[in-house]
Nanobody, 123 residues
Framework: QVQLVESGGGLVQAGGSLRLSCAASGRTVSSYAMAWFRQAPGKEREIVAA????????YYADSVKGRFTISRDNTKNTVDLQMNSLKPEDTAVYYCAAKSGYTSTLATQYNYWGQGTQVTVSS
């Protein structure tokens, strides 16, 4: 129903910035919730940030509060993640995800996933 494609990953120095984008195609419903997850080698997938297509509430993991900003453009069907003050511990594969209804911090509740994009932060 919905296809998600991430872009913008790459290599960046600690303290630098990177902007990830998620393009949604197919049937996008305004009531959907969008989220960014990340997974480092040997670790479980964890929530980074989430937002509703309708706007309003946003969620940020404690580890990224004050550094990352999630935003969406309903007219373009995109969800972006602006990452500032990057740290080596931010290194992971970042995934865009979507689900119907409200936002959730649980990966298992999301129905649609992108292929992931690698973010590497060097010291």
């Amino acid at each position: 129903q919905v296809q998600l494609v991430e872009s913008g990953g790459g290599l960046v120095q600690a303290g630098g910035s990177l902007r990830l984008s998620c393009a949604a195609s197919g049937r996008t419903v305004s009531s959907y919730a969008m989220a960014w997850f990340r997974q480092a080698p040997g670790k479980e997938r964890e929530i980074v940030a989430a937002i509703r297509w309708s706007g309003g509430n946003t969620y940020y993991a404690d580890s990224v509060k004050g550094r990352f900003t999630i935003s969406r453009d309903n007219t373009k069907n995109t969800v972006d993640l602006q990452m500032n003050s990057l740290k080596p511990e931010d290194t992971a594969v970042y995934y865009c995800a979507a689900k119907s209804g409200y936002t959730s911090t649980l990966a298992t509740q999301y129905n649609y996933w992108g292929q992931g994009t690698q973010v590497t932060v060097s010291s």
